[in-house]
């Protein structure tokens, strides 16, 4: 116990002192401050009151510069620091049951590895945590402090897969979705070397598996992205990250039937406290094969759970109610996607996505059919 204390003590006190450099630097003048007060392991969050401060800032940018700005990365900081000691703490309360699994380990799994490397525990909480955060992933501000999680798992134990494995599939998102050459292509190559590293570490998990998926389809490698999915899913069929990134792999390559299966598979043995990605991919191969009350189902039923919910799931809700006949959901749904996300460009990033571009249109089609309009 004495130990685990110690880890926590030492966590806290290099989260403050990056609070103090943040604030000392980039973050002077900044209203809005976060602290975590000596003595404790709850943050605190103060508003200033000083007549130099700065502006508020702006609303969060949507161009692939929003990747950088100095506020995303004390976000994924302070992520980072409060997930870590909010788990060291907890995770050394006696009244937990022995058998309690937490991201597919128990806590007697857990010990062992606190036993062996508090530091490669610690990579594996922070590790698991950034997998929460990944999606819904059309918003800068969490794919990079998503993305500062991982390098953390990293910088903790450089020989665990997993930091490897999640830093290359949030890389790889983030070179799917700007629209900055130079960023996508750097991203990417991040991206390659660390799926590869995550590879030479444990390529008997389907993590890894997973992960050399999604850059092989970020590379528009379409062939080698479904066999290492396929693979992927083969290793950890139970495990709903794996299955989120396979069934988007699955998705954007025209299986809709495999994605269905996938998805249908992993609801029949898995007793879900949320909704996941994968149910998403669901609802969206259900469109495309003109199931559009399944695809309905798919997507609300992801929304009651307080699943990823965001413009790709509005539009696709919106485009099978009008498939439906109904008109006054498609509607309100239109006008929703509107006003949430004025400048979202669903149906052309699905072009862009989909190895063959005519489903991307065939949802664009179906959008403008509910008198969605695309921003000028």
Partial sequence: MERRENVVRVDAGRLRRKLAEYYAADGHGEKTVFELPKGGYVPRISKSCSETAQPEFPKLETSARAWARPVVRLVGIITLGCFA????????????????????????????????????????????????????????????????????????????????????????????????????????????????????????????????????????????????????????????????????????????????????????????????????????????????????????????KGGPVGPVSVAYLMASHYMLGNKVQAQSLSEQLSREWPDSRVDALFEKLFANPKYGQELGDAMRQANWKPPS
Avoid: C
Wanted: aromatic content about 10%; charged content about 20%; proline content about 3%.
């Fill in 85 to 304: 000691i909010a788990y060291f703490v907890s995770s050394t309360k006696q009244d937990v049951p022995t058998d309690l699994s937490v991201d597919g380990l128990s806590r007697d799994e857990r010990s062992a590895i606190f036993d062996a490397s508090p530091m490669r525990l610690q990579a594996v909480n922070l590790a698991n945590t950034g997998r929460d955060l990944i999606f819904p992933a059309l918003e800068p501000a969490r794919l990079e402090a998503a993305l500062t999680i991982f390098k953390g798992a990293i910088e903790n134990d450089d020989s665990y897969f997993g930091g490897h494995a999640g830093a290359a599939q949030v890389a790889a998102t983030i070179a799917v979705l700007t629209s900055d050459d130079d960023l996508a292509q750097n991203m990417l190559n991040y991206a390659d070397a660390q799926a590869k590293r995550a590879m030479e570490l444990a390529p008997e998990t389907g993590w890894s598996q997973a992960a050399m998926a999604w850059v092989k389809f970020a590379k528009g490698n379409w062939h080698e992205a479904i066999e290492f999915a396929q693979r992927a899913q083969r290793l950890a069929p139970h495990d709903v990250h794996v299955s989120e990134f396979v069934s988007l792999v699955m998705l954007y390559s025209g299986s809709f039937e495999q994605v269905v299966a996938i998805s249908e598979d992993a609801l029949s043995k898995i007793e879900l406290q949320r909704g996941y990605v994968f149910q998403n991919a669901m609802g969206s191969a259900k469109f495309h094969m003109k199931d559009y009350e399944g695809a309905v189902s798919a997507f609300e039923g992801v929304m009651e």
